[in-house]
Each structure stands twice: as C-alpha cells, then as structure tokens.
C-alpha cells in the first residue's frame, strides 16, 4: 500500500548531538515533500517543504532535508541539536494525483537530554 | 505566515450531544480545508476534505452523518460531532490551503465526551 514511513519512533539525544531522521513513501510520480513539528501542547509547525529544484532544502531552526528521489526518502537532518528540539516530528507528502491530500508519517519523538 | 484558528481549543461534553468545532483562515482565503484527527501518540489521520461552496468528501471509514462538515466561506469550516460518545474523545486539527499547495495548520480542538 502506498505510505509514508518514518522508521523511528522515539529517538534520544544529548545536546550538540548530531540528528538524522529518516523518511521513505512509496508514491511514485511527482510529490511535494513536508517536514513539520509539533513542540510539546502547541501545533503543528512546518519545518521547511521541497516542491522541486534543488533537492537540499533549509528550513527553519537549522533543520535541513535531502530529497534523494532514487530512494524515495526525504530525511531531516540538524548538525547539533538543542534540548528545545525535543518534540514530534511528522514526514509529509502530497502525491500528485491526491487532490492536495497530504499523507502524515506515523511520526518520530526526538527527546533531547540537557 | 499564514494563521488557522481553531475554537474552541477545549471542550468537554456529555456522551449523546453534539459540539460544533470552528476552523477559520484569518488572513488568506482557504479553498479547500481539511479535518485530521490525532490519537494520542499517534500521526494525523484525514477524515475529509472541505471545499467552500460543495460537500465534503469523506475519507474511508469516516461516518459523514456523525462527522458534518461546513464550508460555508472561504475563511470558515465548521465540524459538527453528532452525538457524541467517548471514543470520539481525541484531538481534531484542521488545515486550510490558499492557492499553493502548503496547508498551515490549526492549534487543534481537545474534545472529551463523558
């Protein structure tokens, strides 16, 4: 069937660690790619999207993601992270052919130690 | 960016009422809203899509006679839970789209039934 699937569910760091979410779907064709987070009691947020071009997209809060089209994955990715990091992080994805749909990974709780 | 607000953001009601929750675009025109529900630890799962003026289309599984959608404008969409029960208790998230492809998000309605 067709996904979105973030393989880790709950991923524990110290600060200034280094972050590597990963994110796989399976739709073929054009897609529109999302990250979003939700800090702790607040909403969703987007992190940074790629719609086309270059495949390196920088979001917000130092966050970046690659789009590697071979592998249908679109990964998030910070260099050193902050205890303030720590929240749910959601991959999303808007086939082409979903009428605007977008398509929610099962998320990935990033908890960051101080 | 854009602003989606929801109202309200608690409510609590008695099992066999029904509660009526706002989405509201507050400075962008929304074409289409979408309605998500959230379960604890859990990703967003869409339960229709709204277009201003037309009926909404229910995703799969979704009850359209216990769910009714409104999209009266294109700043407002409303969803009524019809006599509601606890396992309708959840976090219900709408999203409004303008004229791209981005939804932003609304800081979602907690509903308890008693």
């Known amino acids: 069937a067709q996904s979105v699937s973030q393989h880790n569910h709950h991923v524990i760091l110290s600060e200034a660690a280094s972050l590597e979410l990963g994110c796989n779907y399976s739709?073929?064709?054009?897609?529109?790619l999302f990250w979003y987070v939700q800090y702790p009691g607040q909403h969703l947020q987007l992190l940074l999207k790629y719609f086309s071009g270059d495949p390196l997209v920088k979001g917000i809060k130092g966050f970046e993601a690659e789009f590697i089209k071979s592998k249908f994955s679109f990964n998030l990715r910070k260099p050193s992270v902050q205890w303030s990091d720590t929240a749910e992080y959601f991959c999303?994805?808007?086939?082409?052919?979903?009428?605007?749909?977008?398509?929610f990974g099962s998320g990935t709780r990033l908890s960051i130690r101080p | 960016g854009a602003v989606v607000s929801q109202h309200p953001s608690r409510v609590i009601c008695k099992s066999g009422t029904s509660v009526k929750i706002e989405c509201r675009s507050l400075d962008f025109q929304a074409t289409t809203m979408f309605w998500y529900r959230q379960f604890p630890k859990k990703s967003l799962m869409l339960m229709a899509t709204?277009?201003?003026?037309?009926?909404?289309?229910?995703e799969q599984g979704v009850e359209k006679d216990k769910f009714l959608i409104n999209h009266a404008s294109l700043t407002l969409s409303t969803l009524t839970v019809t006599s509601a029960h606890p396992e309708d208790s959840s976090f219900y998230i709408c999203?409004?789209?303008?004229?791209?492809?981005?939804?932003?998000f609304g800081p979602g309605t907690r509903l308890t039934v008693t």
């Open positions: 999303a994805v808007i086939p082409y052919s979903s009428a605007s749909k977008i398509i």
């Open positions: 739709y073929g064709g054009t897609v529109n």
């Open positions: 709204s277009n201003e003026g037309s009926k909404a289309t229910y």
């Open positions: 999203s409004a789209r303008g004229e791209g492809y981005e939804q932003y």
